[in-house]
């Protein structure tokens, strides 16, 4: 069974176009996040919800719009596509046991997105 | 602010030898510290994790890595390589507070084993 899914796996389109990526966690985990991941493997986080509620919101452009349906679900929804959208997206989950307050996180597989 | 820095973006090893997988962090507060793995065309996999407790921390595939706070680091090491050990290693760094903390990640490092 997949913990942490995410669809679709690969996705091109054109700049200017409007996109989701959906992920669901089938972890029982309260949090969950976005990072992207660029073309130099760099990794950063953009978003993170808490019980359905937004919690981290780095600086990204506001035509990327997290949603959150349910604990077990973050989608993610691009605007307005720019070349520079182009990296792979990926969506984690974790679960604060605040006993021991660390913050394991599970990984998605990634959604590879290409702005041509 | 928190902060990695993973030294050298490409490590060589043949099979059998050391690897040697260099982390060094900035934290304002004592930090929690992570290894992640990721295979080609794959996600990211846990390896490792430090919280509290002892500092030579045991993971998956034979790794382990030890906190060095007087030296700011979390080393990855594997006594000997194998050619399933090629990938991508991330260090990171989170903040041992409450709440739902984001990961902070290093540039990442790519193992290559040679035969």
């Known amino acids: 069974d997949t913990a942490v899914s995410q669809t679709p796996k690969y996705l091109v389109t054109q700049m200017g176009n409007d996109k989701s990526i959906k992920c669901e966690q089938n972890?029982?985990?309260?949090?969950m996040y976005w990072y992207k991941q660029d073309s130099k493997k760099f990794l950063k986080i953009m978003f993170s919800?808490?019980?359905?509620?937004?919690?981290i919101n780095e600086t990204v452009p506001n035509r990327f719009s997290p949603k959150s349906p349910d604990k077990a679900h973050l989608n993610l929804h691009i605007n307005s596509l720019e070349l520079g959208d182009s990296a792979v997206y990926f969506c984690?989950?974790?679960?604060?046991?605040?006993?021991?307050?660390?913050?394991?996180?599970?990984f998605g597989p990634g959604t590879r997105l290409t702005v041509l | 602010a928190q902060s990695v820095t993973q030294l050298g973006s490409h490590v060589s090893v043949s099979e059998g030898a050391l690897v040697l997988l260099r982390c060094n962090y900035s934290?304002?507060?004592?930090?929690?510290l992570f290894w992640y793995v990721q295979y080609p065309n794959q996600g990211l996999q846990l390896l490792l994790k430090?919280?509290?407790?002892?500092?030579l921390v045991k993971g998956i595939n034979g790794f382990e890595a030890e906190f060095k706070k007087s030296e700011t680091s979390f080393h990855l090491t594997k006594p000997s390589a194998h050619m399933s050990d090629a990938a991508e290693y991330f260090c990171?760094?989170?903040?041992?507070?409450?709440?739902?903390?984001?990961?902070?990640f290093g540039t990442g490092t790519r193992l290559t084993i040679i035969p």
């Open positions: 984690a989950s974790s679960q604060l046991f605040p006993s021991r307050g660390d913050n394991e996180q599970f």
């Open positions: 972890l029982g985990h309260d949090t």
């Open positions: 990171a760094v989170s903040k041992t507070n409450f709440g739902n903390e984001k990961l902070t």
């Open positions: 919800y808490n019980n359905k509620e937004l919690i």
């Open positions: 934290s304002s507060v004592p930090p929690y």
């Open positions: 430090y919280t509290t407790g002892a500092t």
